[in-house]
């Protein structure tokens, strides 16, 4: 038996942000891996939730009318992996996400949930930043979209306003994102399966036509600072620049002037300096064999 | 508000209703209420696999699943495998064949997760199929006869000779 205060159960999302105002203390519940979980260790036992898991206008992967990938909040990290949508178009998302936990985990956990946590080694965030994608939310004033680098305001918060009664609603890729753009994601731990990020590494590139040049790159980490976060200076180091192996080296220690990971129990600061110009490196390569480049 | 609701849900292939206590857990539900002990309380925090079960088809950990998210789904356990007269599965009697239990308590978990690999009718390869039974720990530490037991099933349900 859990230590809840009480559980209400949204029918609707009208009826969840009705919730969220009526009952603006109580927690979100959506797959429940983090809240139920924290709720056993005691961090949030006797608190009122609001669960939205059984809102299934909430889960799928579309195209929009805008030609945005719409992934609804509590789309399921396997059904993310699994849907063709994601597999044509923004493959290392389901790459990523299927990192997480274990695979009964990635049964019951979402993509809203992984994002409305607010932690910055949640495994879809790092791609998430990479891919500049669009939080929506949806509160009593309608619908309100956000980069998602100003969704996370730092360690464990993130915007969104309770008292608008708001809940995270979807999330977005544009499609000058991820048009002719190619990706990898790489996780540092400890072990393979139920393991929490050491460092995560995203990234993506679109070539020029004649797969010479980098049109556009993209990088981002988990867990190399409070929040996930770009790292500006080797983005500027790639792009327009001509793929080659000298790029590769000038382009990943450019990292280490945006990133500032902190000592944990899990690792160091130094460590994770140190890996994160390799991911970079590796990330990079990858990406570029993916979108059909050649680096000799 | 209330602090029971009403549940209707199909277990083991058979519809189902019962009043349950909504801060209850499904491994609560499924043992406390329909005494499926075969779901095991082990970590009650979604790290160890002993008490998964198959909703909808989908293997999920019950202990981090509130009972009343069971409504309308269609829900199998260890239980449910069975022949109606206790006839065992290919796959109960694959773990018996291969010494794949020691103390038992995750072999439950297991077989429901093995059960998903088998519905995809998918060869994995080795390494697939240990990432997808990664979500379960024996302490016992008898893995490569669960692996065994699983991967001979897999074979043999697809009609395809095994290569050890």
Redesign the interface.
């Known amino acids: 038996m859990y230590d809840i205060k009480a559980l209400y159960e949204a029918q609707s999302v009208d009826h969840a942000v009705a919730l969220r105002l009526e009952h603006p203390e109580a927690q979100i519940i959506a797959g429940g891996s983090d809240v139920l979980v924290q709720i056993r260790e005691g961090r949030r036992a006797g608190k009122e939730l609001i669960s939205i898991y059984m809102l299934d206008e909430l889960r799928g992967v579309t195209i929009d009318e805008d030609k945005n990938i719409r992934i609804g909040s509590l789309t399921s990290f396997s059904h993310i992996t699994r849907d063709p949508i994601i597999q044509k178009h923004i493959n290392v998302l389901g790459e990523a996400v299927d990192q997480v936990g274990s695979p009964q985990i990635r049964n019951i956990g979402t993509i809203g949930g992984n994002t409305c946590n607010g932690v910055t080694s949640a495994d879809s965030a790092s791609t998430l930043h990479a891919w500049e994608a669009v939080v929506e939310l949806t509160g009593r004033n309608g619908v309100r979209r956000i980069p998602i680098k100003d969704f996370y305001i730092k360690a464990g918060v993130v915007d969104i306003r309770a008292d608008e009664g708001e809940i995270q609603t979807a999330i977005l890729i544009p499609e000058s994102s991820y048009t002719n753009t190619y990706g990898h994601y790489i996780k540092y731990g400890m072990r393979n399966a139920m393991e929490i990020a050491s460092l995560g590494c995203s990234v993506n590139v679109r070539l020029s036509d004649d797969k010479k040049t980098i049109d556009r790159c993209r990088i981002a980490y988990g867990v190399a600072g409070p929040v996930p976060m770009r790292a500006p200076s080797a983005e500027a180091v790639a792009n327009g620049s001509a793929v080659s192996p000298a790029l590769l080296d000038e382009f990943s220690p450019a990292v280490l002037n945006d990133i500032n990971p902190r000592n944990s129990w899990r690792a160091s600061r130094d460590f994770r300096m140190h890996i994160a110009v390799e991911m970079a490196k590796r990330c990079l390569c990858e990406s570029i064999k993916k979108a059909g480049g050649v680096i000799e | ?1 209330s602090r029971y609701k009403v549940i209707h849900c199909n277990i083991n292939g058979k519809d189902v209703e019962r009043s349950v ?5 499904l491994t ?1 539900m499924l043992r406390n209420e329909y005494h499926l002990t075969s779901v095991k309380k082990g970590c ?4 160890c ?1 002993a008490c ?1 079960v198959l909703i909808d088809g ?4 019950s202990c ?3 009972a ?2 069971a ?1 309308g789904k269609h829900i199998l356990t260890l239980e449910g495998l069975a022949g109606p007269n206790g006839e065992l599965s290919d796959i109960q009697q694959a773990f018996i064949d291969e010494t794949a239990i020691q103390c038992g308590f995750c072999t439950p978990g297991f077989i429901m ?1 093995a059960e ?1 690999i088998l519905q995809a009718n998918t060869l994995y390869t080795d390494d697939e199929l240990r ?2 039974l ?3 720990l024996c302490r016992c530490t008898g893995y490569e006869n669960i692996f065994r037991a699983v991967k001979k099933t897999m074979y043999r349900r697809l009609g395809k000779e095994i290569d050890f």
Do not use: Q
């Open positions: 508000m206590d909504v801060r209850a857990s609560d009650e925090v979604g790290e696999g998964n989908e293997a999920f950990n981090i699943y509130l009343v998210w409504e997760t998903e990432k997808l990664s979500g379960h």
